[in-house]
């Protein structure tokens, strides 16, 4: 039999499991802020905050999220088999699924959001510098990059919203 579990249910064990590995929506809404500021004066953090409360109530990014945390949380309690135990757990560079995830949850929010997403993996903004290097406080292996693909989704959708507004603008002027 199929039970169906409520979107809003998804959402709030998503947040819940964000916040328990250390990682608030207000963190993130701060890298947010960060890559979109120069493109966007006007822009204010809860701006950027409600950017991702919307990109964390879409199923794909939550059930990225999900996975990632949970397999994160496997590799903590030595329950992955060998050799992927150890290549989780030292978040071998050459492993590249954690990105890969990563980048998958980005692909709803188009090229925007995939640069993006790149730039922070190789620049590690707040809580993501955080995350990848915290030595011996836990695995995050996934979690730094879902991290930075719910902040290129959310800077994406901002960017896209400026640029709708903007167009808005010009459309009313030519009237």
Same mark, same amino acid.
């Given at each position: ?41 006007? &822009?204010?953090?809860? =701006?950027? +905050?409600?950017?991702?409360? @919307? $990109? /964390?109530?879409?199923?794909? %990014? ?31 560079? &050459?492993?590249?699924? =954690?990105? +890969?995830?990563?980048?998958? @949850? $980005? /692909?709803?929010?188009?090229? %925007? ?63």
């Amino acid at each position: 039999m199929y039970t169906r579990i409520h979107s809003r249910e998804v959402k709030k064990a998503t947040v819940n499991l964000l916040e328990e590995r250390g990682v608030s929506v207000k963190e993130i809404a701060e890298i947010v802020y960060e890559m979109q500021l120069p493109y966007n004066h006007n &822009l204010t953090i809860e =701006d950027c +905050t409600e950017s991702v409360e @919307a $990109v /964390l109530a879409k199923r794909e %990014i939550q059930h990225a999220i999900l996975v990632g945390i949970e397999l994160d949380r496997l590799a903590e309690k030595k329950l992955l088999s060998e050799p992927l135990q150890t290549i989780v757990e030292s978040d071998e560079g &050459l492993f590249g699924i =954690d990105e +890969t995830i990563g980048l998958g @949850a $980005v /692909l709803t929010y188009g090229s %925007i959001a995939v640069t993006t997403y790149g730039h922070l993996d190789k620049r590690k903004i707040g809580i993501i510098k955080k995350l990848d290097t915290k030595s011996g406080a836990g695995v995050h292996t996934f979690l730094d990059d879902l991290v930075a693909s719910v902040a290129a989704c959310a800077a994406s959708r901002i960017a896209h919203k400026q640029r709708d507004l903007e167009e808005l603008v010009v459309d009313l002027e030519s009237k």
